[in-house]
């Protein structure tokens, strides 16, 4: 086998309550690396149009890279992949924290959940062992209460990877949690539900080496080099965790304000900044595994309505979307509220899109009081925040409408609320406005997960990032149009590659580029790698993702963006007037990739990329 | 009370310009706002210098910042006029 890699994938067949572990062929690993690759692969081969998010025919996917586990900066995350429950199409998240490097420390590239149980289990694994074990005990808990009593049940250094009673009730917005209460979260897709449909409450992880790499003598100064390297360009990082974002995002008209219908919100963003987290609530800072940068920040609430609250804190998403798009100030209360979607085990994205949406419909008489149990729903008020979002957690009153997602929403509500809907293929935008980068809309609107910035990540190439690799000389204008199609869809090849070594986006603001993955991995595995043989690899997993939604009956229709976003101006602040013209990007977009005017990959494509086996 | 960056010889103008520094950038004393006096022409990139030797950089680097006059987005090169309110700030992105 190759260097990097465990060598094998372990499969649980829940139904039948057996396990077997299946080998990792070199040929997979060439072809999709690992990570999100490996995940699309094993979805596409298992999951098909007709299975149900929710039956026990989809399959959750656990990746990791052939990375993880090694001294390479940033490499403690891993992919998480199915069908989604909240859009019905490809469904991945992507997690950092400490669980995915023990999984491959325990012997496996990946888990593969199949089946499901007829009662709440968990698992527990640790080397060969491999135990499927009752839940009973555990079902109902939050998950910092979970990853606690797991540990008591298997071993105080266990990693667990864990869902919420939201998922546990099969909420389409649930996510999967790890590292207990610093609350690490797989949250897009509500891939949560799917482990509550197989009725598992938990992944307990103990691993005791780490795998095995062809090149570890030399790739260990290369990294430890580029580890200080990116520790000294990510300052602000380091400093303010990505809540350092929520000032400079605001002032160029990239944060969501009042449901995307404002362009500034200068005030507001400075009371629950990441300056003013450090002033007032910070408790401390933590990494991810191998993570020189340490994004991750504590919070502590001590006085007041919110006091308790003792954990991770708000990133800049969870701040723009319970803050800006709420219009809620109140630092105390976002973070109150996001250690409420962190137990209950909800996406932050999804959640505040969702209370944004309800403010906003509750003021054009689209749901009143009686649709709300009488809550009204008044903008910027924090108690509606937290309110909603405890019944989206407890599955109760409004909350529980809400958190049906928004494919949900727009049917029961029709037109109207589906003007407010701020989401693409029914998936919450993130925190970055596509009126300020125009990459951004071609990102969001071909995204195979739907409103996604991490898919092309190309907005950094638009204000702060040059990378020759991906022909961007020097940082672009994020409101030209020529060239944006051709830039995201790049960016989109390299993020999939990112994506499946299973490393964080960030080290590529540290100044790490193509070339350094490249040898890494030439490195760790012992196979010549060149940066166009990492970047095609990423243009394949990426294709493979679209024929699994093609094969859902996604075309260019799909690939859209909330009106609001097309037609109506932010009108002040950063992009006060622009609009991005989508049509022409994606005819670019579309183009460059090979694709028909429709969206659907060409055969000779595909077949050019070595998928000729995957061609409908 | 304008703060002087520079002294002014007898045939150059000054120019005066509100610098507002946005969160964790601030001046020396604490503040957020000064009225900086600048030797015209002024180019965005002397502003910073003149910044980086007040102290009011909080250890960012010059190419850490971004430089917004109004809601425009100033190049380097941009040069300033009079009594134009300068937004500086940390330059954070990705996320």
Redesign the interface.
């Known amino acids: 086998m190759l260097g990097g890699y465990a060598g094998k994938v372990l499969w649980v067949d829940l139904g039948k309550g057996a396990s077997w572990c299946e080998p990792v062929s070199e040929r997979d690993a060439l072809t999709w690396i690992g990570g999100s690759g490996l995940a699309a692969v094993t979805v596409y081969r298992r999951v098909g149009p007709e299975t149900g998010p929710l039956s026990p025919g989809n399959v959750l996917a656990f990746f990791t890279g052939p990375l993880t586990g090694t001294p390479v900066p940033s490499s403690g995350r891993h992919s998480v992949a199915g069908k989604s429950p909240l859009t019905g199409l490809w469904g991945e998240a992507s997690v950092g924290g400490h669980w995915g490097r023990e999984l491959k420390r325990a012997g496996y590239d990946g888990l593969v959940l199949t089946g499901a149980s007829p009662e709440p289990v968990y698992l527990w694994i640790s080397g060969d062992r491999v135990e499927i074990r009752g839940a009973a005990s555990l079902w109902g808990l939050d998950t910092y209460d979970t990853e606690a009593a797991v540990r008591q049940l298997t071993h105080p250094r266990a990693q667990v990877c864990c869902i919420g009673p939201a998922g546990e009730r099969l909420t389409p917005i649930a996510g999967l949690f790890t590292d207990g209460r610093e609350g690490r979260a797989a949250g897009r897709c509500g891939l949560g539900a799917v482990a509550g449909a197989k009725k598992v409450k938990a992944v307990a992880v103990l691993g005791g080496q780490d795998p095995p790499l062809a090149g570890r003598e030399l790739l260990q100064p290369v990294v430890r080099e580029a580890a200080a390297s990116v520790r000294a360009r990510t300052?602000?990082?380091a400093?303010?965790g990505?809540a350092?974002?929520v000032?400079?995002?605001e002032?160029?008209?990239d944060f969501p304000v009042r449901n995307w219908s404002l362009g500034s919100w200068e005030d507001g963003a400075?009371k629950i900044?990441?300056?003013?987290l450090?002033e007032t609530v910070l408790a401390g800072r933590f990494h991810c595994a191998a993570c020189p940068v340490g994004c991750g920040r504590r919070v502590a609430v001590d006085r007041g309505p919110y006091a308790g609250v003792r954990g991770g804190g708000p990133?800049?998403?969870t701040l723009g979307l319970f803050g800006g798009s709420c219009l809620i100030d109140d630092l105390e209360a976002i973070c109150y509220a996001n250690e409420l979607c962190n137990r209950y085990g909800i996406d932050t994205i999804e959640a505040g899109n969702l209370v944004a949406f309800s403010m906003e419909a509750f003021e054009k008489g689209i749901i009143g009081p009686e649709d709300t149990g009488g809550l009204i729903l008044a903008w910027g008020d924090p108690l509606v925040l937290v309110s909603l979002v405890t019944q989206m957690g407890t599955g109760e009153g409004f909350g529980a409408v809400l958190a049906q997602g928004f494919p949900y929403l727009v049917r029961k509500y029709g037109e109207p609320a589906a003007a407010l809907a701020m989401a693409v293929k029914g998936l919450g935008m993130p925190?970055?406005d596509p009126r300020a980068y125009n990459s951004l809309a071609v990102g969001y609107a071909t995204a195979n997960r739907g409103a996604c910035h991490l898919e092309a990540?190309s907005?950094?190439f638009e204000?702060?990032?040059a990378m020759p690799e991906l022909g961007v000389e020097a940082p672009l204008d994020p409101f030209a149009v020529e060239g944006k199609g051709v830039l995201t869809a790049r960016a989109q090849n390299l993020m999939s590659a990112v994506d499946s070594l299973a490393v964080c986006?960030?080290l590529l603001?540290g100044g790490v580029g193509v070339g350094d993955l490249a040898r890494w991995l030439t490195l760790a595995t012992g196979t010549e790698f060149g940066p166009d043989d990492l970047l095609r690899c990423g243009e394949r997993v990426f294709n493979l993702k679209r024929l699994f939604n093609v094969r859902c009956g996604v075309r260019r229709k799909d690939d859209t963006l909330p009106r609001r976003i097309l037609e109506q101006k932010r009108g002040?602040?950063?992009a006060?007037d622009n609009l991005p013209p989508l049509s022409p990007m994606l005819d670019e977009y579309y183009a460059f990739r090979g694709w028909s005017i429709d969206g659907v990959p060409s055969r000779s494509r595909l077949s050019e990329l070595g998928l000729g086996e995957f061609v409908p | 009370m304008p703060f002087p960056v520079s002294m002014p010889s007898i045939w150059t103008t000054m120019l005066t310009i509100e610098v507002n520094l946005l969160p964790p950038l601030a001046f020396p004393g604490g503040e957020a706002r000064r009225l900086l006096e600048l030797p015209e022409p002024a180019p965005v990139g002397r502003l910073l210098e003149v910044l980086h030797q007040a102290g009011a950089l909080g250890g960012y680097d010059v190419s850490d910042l971004l430089v917004m006059v109004g809601d425009r987005v100033a190049a380097r090169t941009d040069l300033l006029e009079a009594r134009e309110m300068v937004r500086v700030l940390v330059l954070m992105t990705g996320g």
């Open positions: 300052k602000g990082l400093d303010f990505t350092g974002l000032i400079p995002c002032r160029l008209g400075q900044s990441g300056p003013r450090a990133e800049y998403e925190s970055h990540f907005h950094v204000r702060a990032l986006k960030f603001l002040s602040g950063g006060a």
